[in-house]
């Protein structure tokens, strides 16, 4: 199959376009930084363009067979400005605008379309899952407003909307920033520590991106998140366990807030999210404990 991968230097794309090659498949990444796109796995063409403007990179992506569309830049690196917001809006909405237009019309026959778990806002202890009613909030105005520019691409082709929730890897992401006070003997949780975390290990990311992108049954919203959401206390007490490391030491939340000001919101968002949907296909999740997941990522 050839594959049109966007966001492919990133966390995700990067490790999902070496599974792509792994698999026999062809891969056109399409990258704004062509020293970045340099350290792509052996195989993969490299196309330079900005997947929210206009360009070549357009007729690139109609000769392909689907596309994996994961292009955004990162939510939670620094304070939400209003300039922030708008280089957030562009590069998901505008770009996804963008690929629609070509898929609508020719080329792909699938699009797997990265979303977020931040469609659903801050719901507490309620259990969401794919049927569940979008949330309120910048995050989830986003989400919507980023699956429904995809929508075009359904008059012909077969969308799945990926809606990702904390991804946990090695050397990049969240977790490196998560374990670092535990190894300055500093962590603990946030607050009380009740609000939940909908996390992923980087392996099923991945291959929850093949099922979609592979799996003519896959269609519509499909939450790639582990099938245990974490309260953040208990992830506190793994992390601490993995290693090592005492997990005692509390963060007041509205320290939290001061330092990251509204980037708090995706921060500190209670959200209980299961993948009802891949479990439904039969996924089997290689780390579906967190526990698991954190000793092989972090285990000496």
Request: charged fraction near 25%.
């Amino acid at each position: 199959m050839r594959v049109f991968l966007t966001g492919a230097t990133g966390l995700i794309g990067s490790a999902l376009c070496g599974a792509l090659l792994g698999k026999g498949h062809s891969v056109t990444a399409l990258s704004r930084a062509p020293d970045a796109a340099r350290r792509l796995p052996l195989g993969a063409r490299v196309v330079t363009g900005d997947p929210a403007e206009p360009g070549p990179w357009q007729e690139e992506l109609a000769s392909c067979d689907a596309c994996l569309h994961l292009a955004g830049e990162p939510i939670a690196e620094g304070r939400w400005t209003p300039e922030k917001k708008r280089r957030l809006a562009s590069s998901r909405v505008d770009s996804t605008a963008r690929v629609a237009e070509v898929i609508r019309s020719r080329g792909p026959a699938v699009l797997v379309q990265g979303s977020a778990v931040g469609f659903y806002g801050s719901r507490g202890d309620e259990v969401l899952d794919e049927g569940s009613a979008p949330g309120e909030g910048f995050l989830a105005d986003l989400s919507r407003r980023w699956e429904a520019a995809a929508a075009p691409a359904a008059k012909r082709a077969r969308v799945v909307l990926l809606r990702t929730g904390v991804v946990l890897a090695r050397d990049a992401g969240a977790l490196p920033r998560m374990a670092l006070p535990f190894r300055l003997f500093a962590g603990g949780p946030i607050g009380d520590g009740r609000f939940w975390l909908p996390w992923i290990h980087l392996q099923d990311e991945v291959g929850l991106a093949l099922l979609a992108l592979e799996d003519e049954r896959a269609a519509g919203p499909l939450n790639a998140t582990a099938p245990e959401p974490v309260r953040n206390r208990d992830l506190a007490k793994a992390l601490g366990r993995t290693l090592g490391r005492p997990s005692f030491v509390r963060t007041p939340e509205a320290a939290v807030r001061l330092v990251l000001g509204e980037t708090a919101d995706a921060v500190l968002a209670s959200q209980r999210v299961i993948p009802r949907r891949a479990l439904e296909l039969g996924y089997a999740f290689r780390f579906p404990e967190v526990g698991a997941a954190l000793r092989d990522l972090l285990g000496r």
